[in-house]
């Protein structure tokens, strides 16, 4: 008979997670994270059955198994930890267990009063079967076990007793019949990263307004020199605009217009000019030594250099020449340039993954990544990755972080949901998000559950703003308004970035009504900044990121809850860790003070109900003491626009509050 059925495989394996597109793609964790297997084991009728988790890193031959939790339901849970950078897989293996069935009815049975010598022989058969299977003392042991059960003039109780024992019990689950077991077909893979990944604080700046003199061209040493700064603010991954050449055909001048004078620097994303390319410096910035330097300095303070890297032209690359077939061109002879209607961007030519040579054009741009890699760069911001092949980005993201697993990508693609989350699948380690234009109470909480849906292998990271976006939220200038983006973007996403010293001055002049873009941006023109103005966010930013370093809580993704209030301008959310739990509350009007009463989930606090307990306001260090789960609120847009509460609960009498964890 065609395609005839494994008849002696009872157990049946699905509803498996993590699992993404079937095991096409793989999950996503960390070192040092559990990973939570979860999974649907049956069979038919009524026989026990047992499952276990297999794991190992991939290239590894032998499986470490973990024994999985039955949760009711036909539902069972396991979870393993990796301790390793790189790929890892797992599957499950589940079998029925005759031994178990057998002892479970024997047991009702006996108490029924009717079990007979031929219950007790069945006991035995399956006794010694687990003899054969095992060696040394086990197996003598559980022989001698089943001569017990079969010897009729042994009391049926002691009989009975033996083989319900404790002993026997352990002694058969470590020596099961697996022949008939069900195991996943394939392995489902797992991407384990380094902790960067998933948490991280990133700061933005253009090196070239670094200057400590106006007029003068910022370097890499004049970054350098202000890495107190970043490092006091609490950010732990400085990310550089593109460092390369700038073209200057068709340069850009101030506020992107096209008459560019002579002193105007252009647009770091036209990249290229006789100077070099994509593996090249600016002359401006400084050397291939003081780039390293910039690094290494950087490193010491415990601050990771992310790079830029937009796989884009200015005419003047060297690539047009040496490789024109890696371009498309318009039936007049001339290269496409870049086009938004009824934006034109004809300093900036788009590569062709169309190309007639493909294979040269990718081994090209791996070579990028590869330079920038042995020049110790390891985060790489990687500039509108939905615009190139789906199939490049799987080639290159496996190719170099197999070489260097420790390697992190974030993909700056602000598109279509299924392209953002491709790009995840495909290897991107974080992704930007819509967070910038999600204001309202209800379209936070949606967009929250949205990204939780796909949290096995999408991680946000969170901007208020960018060099390209300057909300209307935060084109109102308030305090409050930068002060509650911010709390928003570093307290719902483990990780989040500003662009500075633009976001901490709160720079909110756009260009014209209705843009988003910059007034003088920064993008076309070298700016000057007052890092010392008495206005600026800084100490706060800095109390921010310092509760995130100290909370755990705040460092994962996955453990939100909202909590209800009766006013749709104020919002209230805790996240949890073990026993570290924060509540935030963040006022979203920027021009009015509001109060709420707050009702907390006081199950997902862990606290009890008319229990008091302590909030801890890690921006202003204030202290208050609330009771239950109904609690009033104000927020003041001039003073305190957002608490984040770190919740302390009593470990002694409810008068004594010197006592809290």
């Keep these: 008979m ?31 994270d559990p990973i939570v297997v979860k999974a649907k084991v049956f069979a038919d009728g009524h026989d026990a059955v047992v499952a276990v988790l297999e794991h190992r890193r991939s290239g590894n031959d032998t499986w470490n198994e973990t024994p999985m939790d039955f949760l009711g339901n036909d539902s069972w849970e396991a979870t393993f930890t990796a301790d390793e950078l790189g790929t890892w897989e797992y599957r499950i293996t589940g079998w029925v267990d005759h031994f178990v069935s057998w002892a479970e009815g024997l047991k009702k049975k006996f108490e029924a009063g009717v079990v007979s010598d031929v219950d007790l022989a069945i006991g035995a058969e399956l006794l010694a079967a687990a003899s054969d299977r095992s060696k040394g003392k086990p197996a003598k042991t559980l022989q001698g076990h089943s001569k017990t059960l079969s010897d009729t003039s042994i009391h049926e109780e002691v009989r009975v007793g033996l083989a319900l024992s404790e002993e026997v019990t352990q002694l058969m689950g470590a020596h099961p019949d697996r022949s008939r077991a069900t195991t996943l077909e394939n392995p489902l893979p797992v991407i384990v990263d380094r902790q960067e990944a998933v948490f991280s604080s990133w700061y933005e700046l253009f090196p070239r307004s670094w200057s400590t003199e106006p007029g003068r061209h910022g370097t890499f040493a004049d970054v350098e020199a202000h890495l107190d700064y970043v490092d006091d603010l609490g950010f732990d991954v400085l990310y550089l605009p593109p460092i390369h050449p700038i073209g200057e055909k068709f340069r850009k001048g101030p506020n992107n217009t096209l008459d560019a004078g002579p002193k105007d620097p252009g647009v770091p994303w036209a990249i290229g000019s006789k100077d070099g390319g994509h593996m090249a410096i600016h002359p401006e910035l400084g050397t291939a030594e003081d780039f390293r330097s910039l690094v290494d300095a950087a490193a010491e303070k415990g601050i990771s250099i992310a790079l830029d890297i937009a796989l884009q032209v200015s005419p003047d690359h060297p690539w047009v020449d040496e490789h024109p077939e890696w371009f498309k061109h318009r039936p007049d002879g001339t290269i496409q340039y870049a086009e938004n209607p009824p934006k034109k961007y004809q300093d900036i030519y788009p590569i062709d993954f169309e190309t007639s040579n493909p294979e040269a054009l990718w081994k090209g741009l791996k070579e990028v990544f590869d330079h920038w890699i042995d020049q110790g760069v390891k985060i790489f911001r990687v500039d509108n990755p939905h615009t190139k092949s789906f199939s490049f980005w799987e080639w290159l993201i496996t190719e170099t972080r197999t070489a260097h697993p420790d390697v992190i990508y974030l993909a700056e693609a602000f598109t279509r949901p299924a392209v953002m989350h491709r790009l995840a699948k495909l290897g991107f380690n974080q992704s930007y998000t819509y967070f910038a234009w999600r204001n309202s109470k209800s379209e936070l909480i949606e967009y929250m559950s949205d990204l939780d849906e796909v949290s096995d292998f999408f991680r946000p990271n969170f901007w208020p703003n960018t060099p390209d976006i300057l909300t209307e939220m935060l084109q109102t200038g308030t305090r409050a308004a930068f002060v509650s983006r911010v709390v928003l973007a570093a307290t719902l996403s483990a990780s989040y ?10 720079e909110h002049q756009p260009l014209r009504p209705g843009s988003e873009e910059y007034l003088n941006s920064e993008k076309y023109q070298i700016r000057q900044w007052d890092l010392r103005s008495g206005r600026s966010l800084a100490p706060l930013i800095t109390q921010l990121n310092k509760a995130r370093h100290a909370h755990p809580a705040l460092q994962r993704n996955g453990n939100l809850v909202f909590h209800d209030t009766d006013n749709e301008m104020i919002l209230a959310y805790s996240k949890s860790s073990g026993t570290d739990t924060v509540l935030v509350i963040v006022t979203l009007d920027p021009h009015h003070t509001q109060s709420a009463w707050v009702d907390l989930d006081l199950a997902a606090l862990k606290l009890e109900p008319e229990q008091q307990y302590q909030l801890h306001d890690l921006l202003t260090d204030r202290r208050y003491v609330w009771t239950g789960s109904h609690n009033f609120v104000q927020l003041d847009v001039e003073g305190t626009p957002a608490h984040v509460f770190h919740v302390r609960r009593q470990t002694r009498t409810e008068q004594d509050f010197d006592y809290y964890i």
Excluded: H, W
């Design 2 to 32: 065609a395609n005839t059925p494994a008849t002696d495989r009872r157990v049946v394996i699905e509803a498996v997670s993590p699992k993404v597109d079937c095991g096409r793609f793989a999950a996503k964790s960390v070192v040092g």
């Design 497 to 506: 970035g500003i662009y500075g010293p633009a976001f901490e001055l709160m």
